[in-house]
Structures are given as C-alpha cells and as structure tokens.
C-alpha cells in the first residue's frame, strides 16, 4: 500500500469549502483523470476515471461524515483505496484541507508512476484547482448536508 498526504489553504470559509467538496458530481471539474461521478445514494458513489490511460471504475463509499469536519471513504469495487479528508477553519474566510490515502497501484504502469511521484503531484495539482476553483466561486453550493 502506499500512503499519500497532501494539504492546501484556501481563501474561503470552512462552510463552503465542505459544501463544495461534497459535490462528487462536480468532481471532474477540477480533477485530472476524474471522467465522471453518479452520487448512488447517501453513501455510496460511482466514479469513472482515466489513470495513465487507462479507464477505471469503482464504487466509492462514505465510511464517516462529520458536516465540516471530515470524510472518510474506501473503495467497494475496482482499484483498492481508502481515504479520509479533513477540514480545518483557520479563521472566518480560510479553510485548511488535508487529504491522507492509501491505495494499491495496480501493475507496472501505476507501480512506476507511484515511484516517480505521480500519484503525489497528481493530487498536488487537483487541490490546487480545487483551490482555484472554490475561490473564484461567489456562492456557496447547494448541498445535502448530514444532520448530526
């Protein structure tokens, strides 16, 4: 397995930071290799995804959900990988994100471009847009919200 850990500051309260991420379907517009994502029901999503060429599908499941706080999810089907996403308001208009998760790299195309970093700037890279992307937005996005 192999453990990724990545985090970014947005420009942003914690509040709609959380709002935005939830919306899975939204997904494939600021993450590389994200084709789509059908929300299934309240836990579980498909996502279909393009890894080094190569078109993947897997079921994804919410674990744990704390409204502005985390998720966790692990894959159901497809590629294995878990995760958790946690969020941390810094004051009333920044938000830290911090992403942790494992996955297995399926065959020597993804074992290679785990060991050279890929993976890693890959994800890098789609919080970076994701951080573009929140920031640039003027509202909040509609969402389902968990009720404690």
Known sequence: MTTIEESIYV????????SQWTQFEEFPLFM??????????DKR??????IGGKEIDFI???TEQLPDKRIAWRSRSGASHAGVVTFDALNDRQ???MIQMEYEPEGIIESAGDALGFTTRRI?????RFKEFIESRSSEAATWRLQN
């Open 32 to 41: 590389a290799g994200i084709l789509e994502v059908r929300q299934l029901d």
């Open 95 to 97: 938000t830290r994100i």
């Open 124 to 128: 890098e890279n789609d919080l970076e």
């Open 60 to 62: 994804a499941e919410i």
């Open 11 to 18: 420009n942003a309260p914690i509040r709609k930071v959380y």
């Open 45 to 50: 999503s498909h996502w279909r995804t393009n």
